[in-house]
C-alpha cells in the first residue's frame, strides 16, 4: 500500500542520512573549493579539519535539514518508481529496459519537488564552515599586508553563519518561492539520469538472489544490489552534481567564480580547473550514496512500512 511505501522510504531515508552525512558534508566542501582557496587535500583531511575548526558537530552541518526532507524525498522516489513500473507493467508481462529507465526518470522528475530546496539548503549549512575559514584566512592576510596602523577590527572579513530559516526567509522574502527551487535544472540533470541508471540496475542485480519470481531476494542481496546500483549511478552523474552544487551556492569565497546558469557554469569550471573538476567528490558521493541506498532497499524489502500499518487498529463498520 502507497502508507507502508511511504513509512518505508521515510525510515530509510532518516537512517541512511544519519549514517552517511559527515562524507556528504565532506563532498560538498570539496566541490565547492576552487583553485586558488584550497583548503582540503582528500575527504580524510576535510574532515580532520572540520573536527578542530568545527567540533565534532560541525560535520553534521545541516543535517537538521536533510533529516526533516529526506522523508518525504524518500518516500516519493520509492513510491513513484513502484507506481511507474506498476503502470507500465498492467499487461502482466515483464518489464523491458526501456521502460524500467522510464520508470526510473519518472521517478527522479517527482523527487525534485522536494530535493530541490532540501539540496539548496543543505549547501548553504554545509560549506559556511569552509567560508568563514577563508573569510578569516583573507582578514589576516589583510591585516598582514597593511602598514597603515589600521586597527585589526577594520581589516576582518565579517562572515556570518547561515541558518535554515533565516535562508527561507530573506529568499521567500526576496526570490518567492522560487527563490527556494534555484537550481532546478541541474537537479533535474542530476536525478533524472541518476535514477534512469540505479533503479533498473538495482531490479536487475536484485533478481540475482531470487530463487522464483515470486519470491523476494535475501536482505543481504538487496543491500548489496542497492550499493552496487547506488555507487555506480553516483559516479555516473557526478559531472552534474559538481554543476549543481556550484549553482545552489549562494555565498562564494574571496576571488571564487560567480555563474548565471548550467552552461556558463560548465565552460568555467571546464576552462579554469580542468575536466578534472567534474569529478571532485566523486568517491565521496560513492561512499554517501551506496549505503544509503542500500539500506533503504533493504527496509523497503523487508516491509517495515507494512509491520507499523499492522499495529494501527482498522476501520470498523
Known amino acids: 500500500s502507497l502508507p507502508a511505501k511511504l513509512i518505508n522510504g521515510g525510515i530509510a531515508g532518516l537512517i541512511g542520512v544519519t549514517c552517511v552525512f559527515p562524507i556528504d558534508l ?25 573536527i578542530r575548526s568545527e567540533g565534532y ?8 535539514v536533510n533529516l ?42 517527482c523527487q525534485v519537488i522536494v530535493t530541490t530546496p532540501m539540496e539548496m539548503l543543505k549547501i548553504q549549512l554545509q560549506d559556511a ?15 598582514m599586508a597593511s602598514q597603515t596602523g589600521a586597527s585589526s577590527g577594520a581589516a576582518e572579513a565579517s562572515f556570518a553563519r547561515p541558518t535554515a530559516m533565516a535562508i527561507s526567509r530573506e529568499l521567500l ?7 527556494l527551487y534555484k537550481g532546478l535544472g541541474a537537479t533535474l540533470l542530476r536525478d533524472v539520469p541518476f535514477s534512469i541508471i540505479y533503479f533498473p540496475l538495482f531490479a536487475n542485480l536484485n533478481k540475482l538472489g531470487q530463487k522464483t519470481p515470486d519470491e523476494k531476494s535475501p536482505f543481504f542481496v538487496s543491500f548489496l544490489a542497492g550499493c552496487a546500483a547506488g555507487s555506480t549511478a553516483a559516479v555516473a552523474v557526478n559531472p552534474c552534481d559538481v554543476i549543481k552544487t556550484r549553482l545552489q551556492s549562494l555565498q562564494r569565497g574571496v576571488n571564487e567564480d560567480t555563474y548565471s546558469g548550467i552552461i556558463d557554469c560548465t565552460r568555467k569550471i571546464w576552462r579554469s ?10 568517491y565521496c558521493r560513492a561512499l554517501v550514496i551506496a549505503p544509503l541506498f542500500g539500506i533503504a532497499q533493504v527496509i523497503y524489502f523487508i516491509g517495515i512500512g507494512e509491520f507499523i500499518l499492522g499495529f494501527l487498529p482498522s476501520k470498523r463498520d
Do not use: W
Open 129 to 143: 564552515g569552509r567560508l568563514g575559514t577563508l573569510y578569516n584566512i583573507y582578514a589576516q592576510r589583510k591585516l
Open 68 to 109: 526533516t526532507l529526506v522523508t518525504p524525498e524518500k518516500a516519493i522516489k520509492l513510491a513513484a518508481n513502484d507506481f511507474f513500473r506498476h503502470a507500465l507493467s498492467k499487461d502482466g508481462k515483464k518489464l523491458t529496459l526501456l521502460k524500467e529507465m522510464l520508470a526510473g526518470c519518472g521517478a527522479g522528475t
Open 26 to 50: 565532506a563532498k560538498t566542501r570539496l566541490q565547492n573549493q576552487q583553485d586558488g582557496q584550497r583548503m582540503y587535500k582528500s575527504m580524510s583531511d576535510c574532515l580532520i579539519k572540520t
Open 57 to 64: 558537530f560541525g560535520m553534521y552541518r545541516g543535517a537538521a
Open 173 to 179: 522574502r526576496s526570490k518567492g518561492i522560487a527563490g
Open 273 to 282: 580547473e580542468g575536466p578534472a573538476a567534474f569529478l571532485k567528490g566523486a
